[in-house]
């Protein structure tokens, strides 16, 4: 097996227990290797450290695990970068998601305005790593997970050359949203997701090897009427019959906008305030397996769950270990394999990896009935990345104003004025207003 050198950004934050879980859970893919958990908190770099060596010596893994808060260092002679990091913590997510709702907008953590604000976050991270990986790790390849992964991947693809490729789950998990809110059953609905993270619909699509949307539709129209607890699900199967593609259920923020934004309003929290009143129940949980001497993660007192960053980990072991694997990924369309966008921009489709790299396959349009969604998105990921890497507070309200959910330029540079106003001290000075 492949003797790798992985360095994981935010390996003390409170996903780290359950993603070095996770990587002891594929231990024998990466025996002989090391792990360098990079991190702000020491304290928390420990916890997740000790909970690691346990299971691997409990496993009988050969695995060296070390911490820096120095981030150069950390990611020095590194052969991979695992990147899943939150500048500014669930409290800038707060106001991500608090301060948009003033202004009659749905903040939300990647899509709309708080997701840009994490994109700019994000990006003044990233940027510092690639010009230290250039120093120290010359060779080294991301596998990124940090948030907006597309915006982050558009960025390093835009302004160096280090290999980068983002990962995430959604062109797996959306298509049960929709068979379930149907009724139906989700191992039988096939369904090809393309586009921009967060943001895909599905080019092709059956349900037992038919023709998916007469099904879907006959569904809906029995269902549409009845009360259900599963409004996200139902919006999402509504947004399929009518556009007879498969969604995002991200794409929810988008066409049902005035009603969730009621609902956003109306909520005594945010989801990252909820998230914030759980944080120190999830770190006692680590602590008490950091004491023990056979760790195991409870799934409900584990931040994601007790097995994180999978597709990444499957990635690398894939590359490293020649080990072909089919996966959705983020990559730049390069081959021009997703038609209707340029070749440099960083598209969601599905490929193989091996020891060779990441090989897109080919895909079919988009249909036209949501074509048009995505490539504004993708318009806007550019300009986001680019405001975010080198730009001004004007590149960045430029960037605000062409995400659909912000309604108009004088909302966008309000906006904009009160979020990085609010968030000064995880921004460069070239970005306030």
């Known amino acids: 097996m492949a003797r790798v050198k992985i360095a994981y950004l935010g390996g003390g934050s409170s996903r780290g227990a359950g993603t070095m879980a996770s990587f002891m859970h594929h231990g024998k893919e990466f025996d002989g290797s ?7 908190d020491q304290d928390r770099l420990d916890v997740v450290r000790t909970i690691t060596e346990k299971m691997a010596r409990n496993a009988g893994l050969d695995i060296t695990i070390s911490t820096a808060t120095d981030q150069r260092e950390g990611l020095r002679d590194v052969d991979a970068v695992l990147s899943s990091y939150r500048p500014g913590g669930f409290e800038a997510r707060a106001l991500d998601e608090r301060i948009p709702l003033k202004y ?8 709309g305005p708080g997701g840009m604000m994490m994109a700019l976050r994000s990006i003044n991270i990233i940027k510092e790593v690639c010009a230290n990986l250039a120093d120290v790790a010359p060779r080294a390849r991301i596998f990124n997970y940090t948030n907006p992964v597309n915006i982050v991947s558009q960025a390093v693809s835009d302004y160096t050359d280090i290999p980068i490729v983002s990962f995430c789950e959604g062109p797996i998990v959306f298509p049960p949203v929709v068979a379930k809110a149907a009724g ?8 090809n997701l393309a586009g921009v993270n967060h943001n895909c619909w599905s080019n092709e ?40 593609s498969i969604p995002s259920d991200y794409f929810n923020y988008y066409y049902f906008k005035d009603e969730i934004l009621r609902e956003r309003q109306l909520a005594a929290k945010t989801r990252s305030e909820v998230i914030l009143d759980s944080l120190p129940d999830y770190w006692e ?27 990444a980990i499957e990635a ?55 074509r048009g969604i995505v490539q504004q998105l993708a318009e ?23 995400n659909p959910l912000v309604p108009s330029l004088p909302v966008a540079e309000a906006l904009y004025a009160e979020l990085a106003t609010a968030q000064r001290a995880w921004l460069p000075e070239r970005l306030l207003p």
């Open 184 to 191: 139906l059953d989700p191992d039988k609905l096939k369904a």
């Open 380 to 402: 806007y990921q550019i300009l986001t990345a680019k405001a975010a890497w080198e730009g001004t507070a004007a590149d960045a309200v430029r960037a605000m104003t062409a």
């Open 316 to 370: 690398i072991s894939a590359f490293y270990n020649d080990a072909p694997a089919r996966l959705p990924f983020n990559i730049t369309n390069t081959g021009g394999w997703l038609p209707g966008f340029e070749e440099s921009t960083v598209v969601e489709l599905w490929g193989t990896v091996d020891g060779t790299g990441f090989h897109p396959e080919q895909q079919k349009p988009l249909p036209h009935s949501v």
């Open 205 to 244: 699509a059956t349900y037992d090897g038919q023709d998916a949307f007469p099904i879907l539709r006959e569904r809906y129209e029995a269902l549409k009427d009845k009360p259900t607890e599963d409004r996200n699900g139902m919006r999402a199967l509504h947004l399929a019959v009518a556009m007879e």
């Open 285 to 311: 949980h680590y602590r008490e397996q950091a004491a023990s001497d056979t760790p195991q993660l409870e799934k409900d007192r584990s931040r994601g769950g007790i097995h994180e960053l999978e597709l």
């Open 104 to 111: 009659g907008v749905i903040g939300q953590e990647t899509q």
């Open 34 to 40: 090391e792990f360098v958990l990079i991190d702000l």
